[in-house]
């Protein structure tokens, strides 16, 4: 018995492995790097902006109200005028009759193209697109009318200067004088008409504000000038 238990050799001994002191967690997949946003190029101006009355459009209408009101502070003065002249007793002649139908005239186109260029600002302010035709027709009347009464009014003054008989007729020289202010009127009417054109054609901001350039489809003259 002895022997056996000297003879057996012991179990060899088998090192146990030691644990790591800094254990490696399990790799995780790594996530893509995060790109910065991207920078919006700069928009333009909301159509909001566009659409409202502002800048040289709103001047224009303002300027162009100022001008009207203060033109019809005359209509008393020419109604009474013509009024005289038809209700003035004596023989009717050639000149009573021509000064009446300058009087007369000359209230007509007063009133037609107060008329018809609040029709086109009204319109204007609408977006509708037969405002610019408008302004083109109330400049036409205000051309003609007023031309029409500075030739007769011209005519009626030369008469009174240079026929025997009349010669330093004293009111003469006011027919002058009225003739003269008529043609400032026939001036001022053709530039405000080309004024209108060329702004409401070219104008940028005006085709922002309406949406497109249709007006210019319906308007009597300058329809192939429209804006880039």
Do not use: K
């Not at 080309?194 to 329809?223: E, K, P, Q």
């Amino acid at each position: 018995m002895e022997q056996n238990q000297q003879g057996t050799p012991p179990p060899p001994f088998q090192p146990q492995p030691n644990p790591s002191p800094n254990p490696q967690p399990a790799s995780q997949p790594q996530q893509a790097p995060q790109q910065p946003p991207r920078p919006q190029p700069p928009t333009e101006a909301a159509p909001a902006d566009w659409g409202r009355i502002g800048g040289w459009l709103l001047a224009f209408i303002v300027m162009q109200a100022i001008q009207i009101f203060a033109m019809l502070s005359d209509f008393p003065s020419l109604l009474e005028d013509a009024l005289e002249g038809v209700m003035a007793g004596g023989p009717a002649t050639a000149m009573s009759m021509a000064i009446a139908v300058c009087d007369w005239l000359a209230l007509g186109t007063l009133v037609a193209y107060a008329v018809a260029v609040i029709v086109a600002l009204v319109q204007l302010v609408q977006r509708h697109p037969l405002f610019l035709r408008n302004f083109q027709l109330a400049g036409i009347v205000a051309v003609a009318g007023n031309f029409v009464v500075f030739l007769v009014m011209e005519a009626i003054h030369v008469y009174y200067s240079t026929s025997p008989g009349v010669v330093g007729y004293e009111p003469s020289y006011g027919y002058s004088w009225e003739a003269g202010s008529h043609w400032t009127l026939v001036v001022l009417a053709l530039m405000w008409t080309i004024f209108w054109t060329l702004y409401f054609a070219r104008s940028v901001r005006v085709r922002h504000y309406l949406g497109s350039d249709s007006h210019l489809d319906h308007v009597l003259f300058g329809r192939g000038m429209r804006s880039a």
